[in-house]
């Protein structure tokens, strides 16, 4: 979404996005629209969600406001809807250009496809490395002008590689971490340390065929079936909560390379959009769910 701009005073006015969670209670729009126009915002977007399993309640408003207006002002104005009703908030100014790590092994096609998005400006990103256990992808990430780190890691230098990375986000600024077909399992303690800003994509519609040549072992048994899943990373191995899926059918005409080449297509398409959906701010967790605006 890009700032929207006033003709007549050229002033800018930054589009913000506040997300909120908290228990259903009434007066809750009530009270943090009331705030918003006060500050003379004007709401662009709004997308609400009453889970009636926990009893709580998730909201996403898009909101322009007054040139000149800081995120500190807008968030002391809600501090008082926020502590009324013990909400859980976030805002973010998407006027700024997120910066992103994508981290990639051998299979480059997922990586491909974002730096594509990026390039034409489907994807509001700056990818501010290319993280590889591998050197495959390097040609690609420099004719984008990315710094790419080629950490090869083994059970012995884990520990070294994972806190490289942490350093790197610190570094760079990033704000999410993207694994592009980077075959490397997360420890359990970098798992916790990136929950909500690290993302997957699993090489299959979960519940899947596991271990190696998945497309394969799903040719051999016949599905009709073949999709992705993109999820957030978490200590379970892909059992983290889940943001994107697509599925596409498949025949028994077909060769367990075209399975291949389906499969590399439609995991693409749907990390891209994973990736676009928590960077707008439309993605908010749920217990081990998500909600998807």
Not at 42 to 50: G, L, R
Not at 77 to 83: G, I, T
Not at 119 to 127: D, M, Q
Not at 259 to 283: M, N, Q, W
Request: hydrophobic share 40%; with cysteine; aromatic share 8%.
């Amino acid at each position: 979404m890009k700032p929207d701009s006033n003709a007549a005073t050229g002033d800018v006015k930054p589009v913000h996005i506040l997300n909120l969670s908290c228990e259903d209670r009434p007066g809750v729009v009530a009270a943090v629209t009331t705030e918003l126009a006060a500050n003379g915002a004007n709401i662009a977007e709004s997308s609400q969600f009453w889970d009636r399993q926990s009893n709580r309640f998730f909201m996403r408003i898009a909101f322009t406001s007054p040139a000149g207006s800081t995120k500190d002002d807008l968030e002391r104005a809600l501090k008082s809807s926020v502590d009324r009703f013990g909400m859980k908030t976030a805002l973010v100014d998407q006027a700024r250009r997120p910066k992103i790590i994508v981290m990639v092994s051998k299979f480059d096609h997922a990586l491909l496809h974002l730096l594509y998005q990026i390039r034409v400006g489907w994807l509001n990103a700056e990818v501010a490395a290319v993280v590889s256990n591998h050197e495959d992808a390097r040609r690609f990430a420099e004719m984008e002008g990315v710094p790419y780190h080629h950490w090869p890691t083994t059970r012995e230098n884990k520990a070294e590689q994972e806190q490289k990375l942490l350093d790197l986000v610190q570094e760079t600024g990033s704000e999410l971490v993207v694994l592009a077909r980077y075959m490397q399992v997360f420890s359990k303690g970098l798992s916790d340390r990136l929950y909500g800003r690290a993302i997957n994509i699993h090489h299959s519609f979960l519940p899947s065929f596991k271990g190696a040549k998945p497309y394969h072992q799903a040719f051999d048994r016949g599905v009709k079936l073949i999709g992705a899943t993109a999820h957030y990373v978490t200590s379970d191995l892909d059992e983290g909560p889940i943001i994107e899926q697509e599925t596409e059918r498949v025949t028994h005409a077909m060769s367990a390379e075209d399975f291949v080449a389906v499969g590399r297509d439609i995991e693409s398409r749907v990390l891209a959009r994973a990736v676009k959906l928590h960077l707008e701010a439309r993605v908010m967790l749920n217990g081990h769910k998500t909600i998807v605006f």
